[in-house]
């Protein structure tokens, strides 16, 4: 039978700290990496490991947790290059630095910010709309008034990808002659295009300038559309709203708060412990982008990639409601397992447990630039994280290293969560504390059942005073009760335990068709609260639990009765 399963943690959180839990885990990628450094490949891709350098991390709030290195061999290394990567090794990020600038302008900013457009903070936009609007020709103008920060952010704003190394911008001497028209790139393009040599000669109003004069690829806020330019944008508005450059304010609110030491926003000096593929121009270690680079340019270390995990997780410089807020979709993409944020990009993996399907969201970014390829990634459900960062292999060949690993990290990180919940949750309970003197304890019992291939426990009986809890509130429909938490909780400093908010929610049991059917329908998440009694939910549960996780007690809140 299969089960619809509401989205958000089916369990007791995962408890890192129990070795014996987690050793499988791990030993299991240690394997994967040594059997991809013998194999010389990844999922069936190429990946030869004599030329390949990576390095994968993987951490909960307060630790890391695994870490695994490999270096390639010094011939496929710059004469600058560290030798030997670990933990303090810096390599480029690529595209995680637009995270990084997302993350910058939160924590210096505030929430208004983020609806108002950018004519706002760059006026020099508006002159543009001002000489012919896009509505009269939305075809060939951009309608910069309705191109707001976070639609810059979330990759909403219908703007081109900009002209920069990172964005494609090509000379008619890129094509046979006569190919192209003899007009080629206009003067923004070429002082900002790095395949030309002229990096350094784009200036910020030159790239604002050149870019407003590009076509739009949609309306705003019509579907996402990729564009390293709009990250320009939004670091241009983060310098006016600051009256600081940004690389000055990513060093001050982020890179100094969280102690990254070992992150830049330009290239690291030369004693610096950086691993280099091939050579610095190869690799594009000496590529350098205007304002340090908030679309690609950043360098960071295994470790300060972790710290930056920690900082979100822990809410070090948001609050958890802004966090919440910012780790969510604003967008999909043609892919039902792929959704766009700002700039997360988010998975889906979903994991077939007998005929229930089990879907785990991951809030990732990934970032490419020369030789270097890194993931950073966030799960929620398990309070869990990692990076992966490699230097010298192909791309896809990179790619294939996270793709492997996820799989294995999911399905340990869920075998791990079935484990506790079921040694430290699911039991028998017939001690009885009743808050209301006049109940007794005649025939009162709870029992929590841990089922394999099913979500959260089953409330397999729950009789108060002989009377039949479930039965009463379902009706006698043919639905059974299983327990999930809300994450919702507080300490209880009288007895150093913690108290979290849990509900039942009512399931409907499903062959393995009438499954199929509603994993497109699934509406669990409608009847999360359907049924309250006296200011008090009926499906509310309290559920106290000691250091280490084990439960002491569950408290069925509407009843004010209290399992031990």
């Not at 002229?198 to 604002?208: A, P």
Request: proline content about 6%; aromatic content about 8%.
């Amino acid at each position: 039978m299969g089960y619809a399963l509401g989205l958000g943690p089916a369990n007791l959180p995962i408890n890192t700290t129990d070795v014996a839990a987690t050793k499988d885990i791990f030993h299991n990628l240690t394997n994967l990496f040594d059997r991809i450094v013998k194999d010389d490949e990844a999922d069936g891709r190429p990946l030869p490991a004599n030329e390949t350098n990576f390095s994968f991390a993987v951490f909960d709030q307060h630790q890391t947790l695994h870490t695994c290195h490999h270096s390639a061999d010094e011939s496929a290394l710059a004469p600058e290059s560290t030798k030997t990567v670990n933990d303090d090794t810096i390599y480029r990020i690529g595209s995680v630095s637009k995270l990084v600038t997302v993350y910058t302008f939160l924590v210096s900013t505030n929430w208004s910010h983020w609806q108002a457009p950018i004519t706002r903070y760059l006026p020099e936009l508006a002159e543009r709309s001002a000489e012919c609007s896009a509505a009269k020709d939305p075809i060939d103008y951009i309608d910069w008034d309705e191109v707001t920060l976070e639609s810059l952010a979330g990759q909403l704003s219908g703007i081109p990808d900009g002209f920069e190394p990172l964005d494609g911008a090509l000379d008619s001497e890129s094509f046979p002659p006569g190919f192209l028209p003899p007009s080629g790139l206009s003067t923004a393009q070429k002082d900002c295009n790095s395949a030309l040599g002229m990096i350094n000669q784009c200036s910020s109003s030159t790239f604002i300038s050149g870019l407003a004069h590009e076509h739009p690829v949609f309306a705003p806020w019509d579907q996402p559309s990729y564009s390293n330019g709009a990250y320009q944008l939004l670091a241009a508005a983060l310098e006016r709203t600051t009256n600081s450059s940004f690389p000055e304010t990513l060093q001050a609110n982020i890179f100094d708060k969280l102690n990254m030491t070992s992150s830049y926003s330009s290239i690291p000096p030369a004693s610096a412990p950086g691993v280099i593929p091939f050579n610095q121009s190869a690799s594009q270690w000496n590529t350098t982008l205007i304002r340090g680079g908030p679309e690609g340019g950043l360098y960071s270390s295994t470790a300060d990639l972790v710290k930056l995990g920690q900082g979100i997780m822990k809410h070090s410089l948001l609050s958890p409601v802004q966090t919440r807020r910012w780790m969510k979709p604003l967008s999909h993409t043609s892919s039902l397992r792929y959704s766009v944020g700002a700039p997360w990009e988010i998975f889906r993996r979903s994991r077939r447990e007998g005929d229930t399907l089990h879907s785990v969201d991951l809030y990732t970014k990934g970032g490419d630039i020369g030789g270097y390829h890194t993931v950073f990634a966030l799960i929620p459900q398990y309070d869990i994280g990692y990076v992966v960062l490699t230097a010298g292999s192909p791309y896809t060949s990179a790619l294939a290293i996270d793709d492997q690993q996820i799989n294995v990290l999911l399905n340990g990180l869920d075998d791990i969560a079935h484990q506790q919940a079921a040694k430290n949750m699911a039991r028998t309970y017939t001690h009885v504390l009743f808050n209301n003197p006049s109940s007794n304890n005649t025939n009162t019992s709870l029992i929590l059942e841990m089922e394999p291939n099913a979500p959260g426990l089953n409330v397999t009986a729950l009789i108060i005073n002989g009377t039949d809890f479930p039965a009463a509130i379902l009706g006698g429909q043919p639905y059974e009760l299983r327990t999930y938490p809300t994450e919702l909780s507080r300490c209880n400093e009288t007895r150093g335990t913690t108290l979290t908010s849990w509900r039942m929610l009512a399931h409907p049991r499903y062959t393995k068709a009438q499954q199929q059917q509603q994993e497109l329908q699934d509406a669990v998440w409608l009847a999360t609260s359907n049924q309250v009694y006296g200011y008090t939910g009926l499906n509310g549960l309290l559920v106290e639990t000691e250091e280490g996780g084990r439960v002491v007690g569950i408290e069925v809140r509407v009843l004010d009765v209290t399992f031990v």
